[in-house]
Structures are given as structure tokens and as C-alpha cells.
């Protein structure tokens, strides 16, 4: 099954530009998007994240993160992605979506399960800047 496959990255990121072009070498069609200057709202944003625990949803190199001036584990899910909203680069990334399924993360054996991989991405850590 070959899919259209919406990306949310930060522009830039070497991860990023390993992770579209494993998607893109498995037959999909990659429509790269700027996690930074999306339009975002709290419901736009929130439905990426499903039922996974809130600590979850940031990125956990973000420089806030890192010096603990956000706790993840501290926050409700209003307040993470009110954060979000206004400081982009807390977010996990990429976004993905496709078909209307929507993920934060890159994790290849859940997307080769979903739309299948026909390559190994050999660094599958997110970007870490």
C-alpha cells in the first residue's frame, strides 16, 4: 500500500531528511511540512498524540527541557500543549499523518505495520536540536 504522507519537521534536521527519504524510498509520497510555522491549534496539535502519556509528547532535547525549566511529567495535557503552541520546538517530532491516523514520532516498526517500510532507516533517533 503506498500512502501520501504528511511530515511535520523542523526544516534542516538530518534526521528529518533520513526519515522522508526512507518513507519516499518505500514508494510513499512525502509532503514535507514546517513544524514551526504550521498554523497549529490545541486541537490540531493534540490529536497527535492520542492516549500516550503527556511526558510523551515533547521533545526531550529541547533546550527547555533539558535545563528542567519544563517538566514534562509535571504538566496536564492543557498545559503541554499550551506550551507547545508557543514554543514549536517542545514537540516531538515528526508529526505524521496519514490517511486521517495521525503519530509524533518516528518509530519504524509501527509505521512499517501501518504503511509499510521496504528499507531500514539506520539512526531512527528523532532530531535532537
Known sequence: MMATVFFFEKPGCGNNARQKKLLAASGHTVIAKNILTHPWTEESLAVFFGSRPVHEWFNKAS?????WEIVPEALSAEEAVNLMLKDPLLIRRPLIEIEGRRDAGFDQERLHEWIGLSA???DPEACRK
Open 63 to 67: 533546550p527547555r527541557v533539558k535545563s
Open 120 to 122: 531500514i532507516l539506520s
